[in-house]
């Protein structure tokens, strides 16, 4: 138990992190209460020029430095709300129509309420329900839901405990993770100009100093570089985009929306319709070519078949010049503001940034803008001064130097030594890519082309075609989750919904600190802690600013009877005899051997270090000597090959027409691929008569996916939520004026967004910010069913994104960008209608789960 009396303690806050920390914080307590979150000054603790605090000069004289604190966000601020959120699963709970000695009900599962039960209950519950499906259908009839984003915990890892135990049992099904926020870069770029682990993210070192230096411009393309990294990587990219307007380099945005970043930042703001990127792209190539508005040699020397590409876009291939007239009604982009892009960017050093990709990345084909990016960088000759592509999420991505557009670190710190998550493994015989669950839980056998999809392999995996189930292997009737929230933040959640409920599944256990989501439909619940209520050890490696190493002494007490992920594990482990080789140690002993191999143990001692609380890693010396992002490939690209087949950038990929010539989604050479086999999420289909406008669902600003919806400091915001005359605060659905004056739609009206898959909920709001033919809604709202798979009250518009992926060779997620109606609602008359679904789990107001959801006591 942590001491009652008042306390500091340093955690990291990273909401979204795969265990590598970020957005560090001071967690201040008193009587064993959170009193409140704050940052944390560097330098409490060490002198501050032993850090080597770092500086970069614009060529104007303005600078861009570390401040002396950490940099959390809003969604760290207030995470005691939900730390302290009445919808804290308290204590293990039962699906009460589920008896595993008798009738299972699988049917009821998503609406049947809980009741109580012991650890000791659940436990056996667990270990006996694994040793039969074990005995009765082979390990690979577990699959381990054990991937996705958590909380910043290296031992007691929100995602991965169970992995080692079902391990140690002899194996499992895993639910491998493809790159969801890097699908187009990995379908699509990697096969353009290589760029492993994930085809984005060319080499950006030093990339902030040299466009301080060099550049005139970064064209922030698709996404919210500000918002979208409060969950990963604080306030900092903030700060450089506010340092890039002092520094007199312009920040043109082109998204659909006018996004908070660009509302707060942006020079010009270009509004172009969801998942028409590519056809503008494609125009701007024109207009170089056109023009000469490049250089040839250059791009010749740099690629190999460019002659393909200018085949396609000058119309000798299929007979269309894909000039800004073709562009213009397709993109809502004038010609005329086609050619002046493209002759301001030829002109001047121009960057392009992202946050992982923004929606293009995860909609129809988004294989395509992502290869045409890459094109129209490497025209304009990648890795000149002050021109380059930056991600202003991933600084430190999983330890990668060479994607740290910041000066450097002398080092970062390893947590692998005592990681225990489990979310990439391809070592399972058994796998199944997430965006194909459902599929392969209702309508076994499945298979893709597209290898072990997870993040990170090399390229020509994607090349190797895959079966669920394999050889000697069966189907899936059981699921182990730690991270349950599939349905409202991947593609086709309605259909996941019936997956969940279907008879195959003869016993799901979730684990998770909240109830909600996919929790709302598992047998078992296991109660699991956040992580200040733990003691752990963890880093800091997404702030921009400095890398950290944190002892993360335990702020508060467990909530209820909830146990970390990590122990509550442990106690299924137990009842199986397995405990001593799952733990592998004492927490105490864990966390010293994960300093002790951090490579921070050179710096200081273990004392030193649990005595002070955290470490920060100086700034490297002489990083301003450092490389250069791409500026020696740019140089001399004989010298650097990259990892395509030939070495060099691929306008037409070798590898993709060796393997799929005759792939029209995905051509050898990049195309704008508006709907085919696989979509028809587009104004130019047929399809588009009955759904007319563009759903664009980015990441939210009050939450990180579906993280932080029930706190109620946040739901108080206008942006946030919009009350409804029943009471209720519906996700809102920004709706141009013009859009809103033909539908008769009114700021505050209760509408539902639809198409064939189904129907959510939400509230208008009346803004010019988003593009006529378009309408936005923040994705990650928490799945409240009216109708399940059918009907949502919450807002979670995941349950009506595509089920298909991202084309029939590119398993990815689709999750942006898709077709849809609105219609106006009375829910005063929906709540006669459905008078039991519509009030049945969270509170109108506050976003708790109802009492009713949970059998008491005596009742």
Same mark, same amino acid.
């Given at each position: 138990?942590?001491?009652?009396?008042?306390?500091?303690?340093?955690?990291?806050?990273?909401?979204?992190?795969?265990?590598?920390?970020?957005?560090?914080?001071?967690?201040?307590?008193?009587?064993?209460?959170?009193?409140?979150?704050?940052?944390?000054?560097?330098?409490?603790?060490?002198?501050?020029?032993?850090?080597?605090?770092?500086?970069?000069?614009?060529?104007?004289?303005?600078?861009?430095?570390?401040?002396?604190?950490?940099?959390?966000?809003?969604?760290?601020?207030?995470?005691?709300?939900?730390?302290?959120?009445?919808?804290?699963?308290?204590?293990?709970?039962?699906?009460?129509?589920?008896?595993?000695?008798?009738?299972?009900?699988?049917?009821?599962?998503?609406?049947?309420?809980?009741?109580?039960?012991?650890?000791?209950?659940?436990?056996?519950?667990?270990?006996?329900?694994?040793?039969?499906?074990?005995?009765?259908?082979?390990?690979?009839?577990?699959?381990?839901?054990?991937?996705?984003?958590?909380?910043?915990?290296?031992?007691?890892?929100?995602?991965?405990?169970?992995?080692?135990?079902?391990?140690?049992?002899?194996?499992?099904?895993?639910?491998?993770?493809?790159?969801?926020?890097?699908?187009?870069?990995?379908?699509?770029?990697?096969?353009?100009?290589?760029?492993?682990?994930?085809?984005?993210?060319?080499?950006?070192?030093?990339?902030?100093?040299?466009?301080?230096?060099?550049?005139?411009?970064?064209?922030?393309?698709?996404?919210?570089?500000?918002?979208?990294?409060?969950?990963?990587?604080?306030?900092?990219?903030?700060?450089?985009?506010?340092?890039?307007?002092?520094?007199?380099?312009?920040?043109?945005?082109?998204?659909?929306?006018?996004?908070?970043?660009?509302?707060?930042?942006?020079?010009?703001?270009?509004?172009?319709?969801?998942?028409?990127?590519?056809?503008?792209?494609?125009?701007?190539?024109?207009?170089?070519?056109?023009?000469?508005?490049?250089?040839?040699?250059?791009?010749?020397?740099?690629?190999?078949?460019?002659?393909?590409?200018?085949?396609?876009?000058?119309?000798?291939?299929?007979?269309?010049?894909?000039?800004?007239?073709?562009?213009?009604?397709?993109?809502?982009?004038?010609?005329?503001?086609?050619?002046?892009?493209?002759?301001?960017?030829?002109?001047?050093?121009?960057?392009?940034?992202?946050? %992982?990709?923004?929606?293009?990345?995860?909609?129809?084909?988004?294989?395509?803008?992502?290869?045409?990016?890459?094109?129209?960088?490497?025209?304009?000759?990648?890795?000149?001064?002050?021109?380059?592509?930056?991600?202003?999420?991933?600084?430190?991505?999983?330890?990668?130097?060479?994607?740290?557009?910041?000066?450097?670190?002398?080092?970062?710190?390893?947590?692998?030594?005592?990681?225990?998550?489990?979310?990439?493994?391809?070592?399972?015989?058994?796998?199944?890519?997430?965006?194909?669950?459902?599929?392969?839980?209702?309508?076994?056998?499945?298979?893709?082309?597209?290898?072990?999809?997870?993040?990170?392999?090399?390229?020509?995996?994607?090349?190797?075609?895959?079966?669920?189930?394999?050889?000697?292997?069966?189907?899936?009737?059981?699921?182990?989750?730690?991270?349950?929230?599939?349905?409202?933040?991947?593609?086709?959640?309605?259909?996941?919904?019936? %997956?969940?409920?279907?008879?195959?599944?003869?016993?799901?256990?979730?684990?998770?600190?909240?109830? *909600?989501?996919?929790?709302?439909?598992?047998?078992?619940?296991?109660?699991?802690?956040?992580?200040?209520?733990?003691?752990?050890?963890?880093?800091?490696?997404?702030?921009?600013?400095?890398?950290?190493?944190?002892?993360?002494?335990?702020?508060?007490?467990?909530?209820?009877?909830?146990?970390?992920?990590?122990?509550?594990?442990?106690?299924?482990?137990?009842?199986?005899?397995?405990?001593?080789?799952?733990?592998?140690?004492?927490?105490?002993?864990?966390?010293?051997?994960?300093?002790?191999?951090?490579?921070?143990?050179?710096?200081?001692?273990?004392?030193?270090?649990?005595?002070?609380?955290?470490?920060?890693?100086?700034?490297?010396?002489?990083?301003?000597?450092?490389?250069?992002?791409?500026?020696?490939?740019?140089?001399?690209?004989?010298?650097?090959?990259?990892?395509?087949?030939?070495?060099?950038?691929?306008?037409?990929?070798?590898?993709?027409? *060796?393997?799929?010539?005759?792939?029209?989604?995905?051509?050898? @050479?990049?195309?704008?691929?508006?709907?085919?086999?696989?979509?028809?999420?587009?104004?130019?289909?047929?399809?588009?008569?009955?759904?007319?406008?563009?759903?664009?669902?980015?990441?939210?600003?009050?939450?990180?996916?579906?993280?932080?919806?029930?706190?109620?400091?946040?739901?108080?915001?206008?942006?946030?939520? @919009?009350?409804?005359?029943?009471?209720?605060?519906? *996700?809102?659905?920004?709706?141009?004026?013009?859009?809103?004056?033909?539908?008769?739609?009114?700021?505050?009206?209760?509408?539902?967004?639809?198409?064939?898959?189904?129907?959510?909920?939400?509230?208008?709001?009346?803004?010019?910010?988003?593009?006529?033919?378009?309408?936005?809604?923040?994705?990650?709202?928490?799945?409240?069913?009216?109708?399940?798979?059918?009907?949502?009250?919450?807002?979670?518009?995941?349950?009506?994104?595509?089920?298909?992926?991202?084309?029939?060779?590119?398993?990815?997620?689709?999750?942006?960008?898709?077709?849809?109606?609105?219609?106006?609602?009375? @829910?005063?008359?929906?709540?006669?209608?459905?008078?039991?679904?519509?009030?049945?789990?969270?509170?109108?107001?506050?976003?708790?789960?109802?009492?009713?959801?949970?059998?008491?006591?005596?009742?």
């Amino acid at each position: 138990m942590p001491e009652t009396s008042g306390k500091t303690v340093y955690k990291s806050l990273g909401l979204c992190g795969f265990g590598l920390g970020s957005n560090s914080a001071a967690v201040d307590v008193k009587d064993g209460k959170i009193l409140r979150i704050r940052p944390m000054h560097y330098d409490e603790k060490y002198d501050y020029e032993s850090m080597r605090p770092w500086k970069i000069t614009a060529r104007n004289g303005a600078v861009l430095e570390p401040k002396t604190h950490t940099l959390p966000t809003p969604l760290q601020y207030a995470y005691k709300k939900r730390v302290y959120s009445k919808n804290r699963v308290p204590y293990p709970l039962k699906r009460v129509d589920w008896d595993p000695n008798g009738e299972r009900h699988p049917e009821t599962r998503g609406e049947a309420k809980y009741v109580r039960i012991s650890w000791d209950e659940a436990t056996d519950i667990v270990a006996s329900e694994l040793k039969r499906i074990y005995a009765e259908y082979g390990p690979f009839a577990v699959l381990a839901q054990i991937d996705g984003h958590g909380e910043s915990k290296i031992i007691h890892a929100a995602h991965g405990c169970p992995g080692k135990l079902l391990d140690l049992l002899g194996g499992y099904t895993l639910q491998a993770r493809q790159p969801d926020s890097w699908e187009g870069w990995t379908w699509g770029a990697k096969h353009i100009w290589g760029m492993d682990p994930v085809g984005k993210q060319a080499h950006t070192e030093n990339l902030f100093k040299d466009i301080a230096e060099n550049g005139d411009c970064v064209i922030m393309w698709s996404g919210d570089p500000e918002t979208t990294p409060w969950g990963w990587g604080g306030m900092m990219p903030g700060r450089v985009e506010s340092f890039l307007t002092e520094a007199g380099i312009k920040q043109i945005f082109i998204t659909p929306d006018l996004n908070y970043a660009a509302a707060a930042h942006a020079d010009k703001w270009i509004p172009v319709l969801p998942n028409t990127d590519a056809a503008l792209q494609c125009a701007i190539a024109y207009v170089w070519m056109k023009e000469g508005l490049y250089d040839r040699e250059w791009v010749e020397s740099h690629s190999v078949g460019f002659d393909w590409f200018e085949r396609y876009i000058l119309g000798g291939e299929d007979g269309v010049a894909k000039t800004p007239a073709w562009a213009a009604p397709i993109t809502g982009v004038s010609a005329r503001q086609i050619k002046a892009l493209a002759r301001y960017w030829a002109k001047h050093a121009v960057s392009i940034g992202h946050c %992982a990709g923004g929606g293009l990345i995860r909609a129809a084909y988004s294989s395509e803008p992502a290869r045409l990016e890459v094109c129209l960088l490497t025209m304009q000759q990648l890795g000149k001064p002050g021109a380059g592509q930056i991600n202003f999420m991933d600084v430190g991505l999983f330890g990668i130097d060479d994607i740290y557009p910041f000066p450097r670190c002398e080092l970062q710190p390893d947590m692998n030594s005592v990681y225990h998550g489990w979310a990439m493994l391809t070592e399972p015989v058994n796998f199944i890519p997430k965006t194909l669950i459902p599929q392969a839980i209702m309508n076994p056998p499945v298979h893709w082309s597209g290898g072990h999809v997870i993040a990170g392999m090399p390229a020509q995996d994607q090349f190797i075609e895959w079966d669920f189930p394999q050889p000697g292997a069966g189907e899936i009737h059981m699921i182990w989750t730690d991270s349950p929230c599939w349905q409202t933040c991947w593609n086709g959640g309605n259909e996941m919904q019936r %997956a969940l409920r279907h008879p195959n599944l003869q016993f799901i256990v979730a684990q998770h600190p909240w109830l *909600e989501n996919d929790a709302l439909f598992a047998d078992i619940i296991l109660p699991t802690t956040t992580k200040l209520e733990v003691n752990d050890i963890s880093s800091d490696l997404f702030s921009g600013q400095y890398n950290m190493i944190l002892h993360e002494e335990q702020a508060v007490p467990h909530v209820g009877e909830s146990l970390s992920d990590w122990e509550a594990v442990g106690e299924v482990a137990k009842k199986l005899g397995l405990y001593e080789q799952y733990a592998e140690g004492t927490e105490e002993e864990l966390i010293k051997k994960g300093f002790e191999n951090s490579g921070c143990e050179k710096y200081l001692t273990y004392e030193e270090w649990m005595e002070k609380g955290y470490f920060v890693v100086p700034t490297a010396e002489n990083w301003e000597n450092d490389r250069l992002h791409m500026r020696p490939w740019y140089e001399d690209p004989d010298s650097e090959p990259l990892s395509t087949p030939t070495g060099k950038i691929e306008f037409y990929s070798t590898a993709l027409a *060796e393997h799929y010539p005759d792939d029209v989604e995905r051509p050898p @050479v990049p195309h704008f691929v508006p709907y085919g086999e696989s979509h028809s999420e587009s104004l130019l289909h047929p399809r588009a008569k009955e759904y007319p406008f563009l759903l664009i669902t980015n990441h939210p600003r009050w939450r990180v996916h579906a993280n932080n919806d029930d706190n109620t400091w946040m739901r108080e915001f206008e942006t946030c939520k @919009v009350k409804g005359p029943d009471g209720y605060l519906y *996700e809102p659905i920004w709706v141009n004026p013009l859009d809103a004056g033909r539908l008769n739609l009114h700021d505050g009206d209760i509408c539902k967004i639809f198409n064939e898959r189904g129907a959510v909920l939400g509230g208008v709001r009346l803004s010019e910010r988003v593009i006529p033919g378009a309408l936005y809604q923040d994705h990650g709202a928490r799945v409240d069913s009216i109708v399940i798979g059918e009907f949502d009250r919450g807002g979670a518009n995941n349950l009506i994104c595509p089920s298909n992926t991202t084309s029939k060779n590119c398993p990815g997620e689709v999750t942006n960008s898709f077709l849809i109606n609105i219609a106006k609602v009375d @829910v005063l008359e929906l709540a006669k209608q459905y008078p039991v679904e519509f009030a049945k789990f969270y509170d109108k107001d506050t976003g708790h789960v109802a009492e009713s959801c949970i059998i008491k006591e005596g009742r």
